[in-house]
């Protein structure tokens, strides 16, 4: 049999048709990574932006006026004695004096009353520095969402000054007076005297 043009073209046409359906599994496996590609990229511009977002709502953090909180000033003030509690066991420890004799028995200048008193208000004073200063808020404070000062305030060297002022100045009152007269006045007398009002998260 004598073979034909269509015969001669054949396997060329069946081999051109092999070539095609190649490349076309290759475009459709190139646009199937494309599409991959661009869900990852548009997945880690999703996670990046996330953590933008989020700091842009911690800087719209508001802040207004407080007075000082009741029990923000119970947390803080267990805390306070407990620490003070401490101190006194290592130093009558240290200095093996027996606590409830000198109680007992006083001496004339009532020494024994002044030292417990001086160690009690110690701890207080650093206390409050250290946390207001240095953690912006006191775990009281931090607890009911106050702190004293905004925080473009914090870290300053006048706000360190300004604190410890706060701090005499309701240490001289005794602790009581003036933060019950805030709340009595809906004020906070002692930041309007030394410059550093107690402020709310809101």
Not at 86 to 106: F, G, Q, S
Not at 153 to 165: D, F, S
Not at 172 to 197: E, H, K, W
Request: glycine share 6%; proline share 4%; aromatic share 6%.
């Amino acid at each position: 049999m004598i073979p034909t043009i269509e015969d001669e073209i054949s396997p060329g046409n069946s081999a051109v048709d092999e070539i095609l359906q190649t490349l076309s599994k290759n475009r459709d496996l190139d646009f199937v990574k494309h599409e991959k590609t661009s869900k990852t990229t548009a997945a880690l511009s999703t996670t990046k932006a996330a953590p933008t977002a989020k700091a842009a709502v911690a800087s719209n953090t508001q802040l207004e006026s407080s007075t000082p909180s009741f029990m923000a000033a119970i947390l803080d003030s267990m805390l306070i004695i407990a620490a003070s509690l401490m101190c006194l066991i290592v130093m009558l420890t240290i200095t093996k004096v027996d606590l409830l004799a000198n109680i007992n028995k006083p001496d004339s200048e009532g020494m024994i009353y002044l030292s417990t008193a001086a160690l009690f208000l110690s701890v207080t004073f650093i206390y409050m520095l250290v946390h207001r200063v240095f953690m912006g808020a006191t775990p009281g404070e931090w607890a009911f969402d106050q702190q004293v000062g905004a925080d473009d305030e914090i870290g300053q060297p006048l706000y360190t000054l300004k604190v410890m002022g706060r701090i005499v100045l309701n240490m001289a009152t005794g602790f009581v007076l003036l933060p019950l007269l805030s709340m009595v006045f809906g004020r906070d007398l002692a930041g309007a005297a030394t410059g550093t009002s107690l402020v709310k998260k809101v």
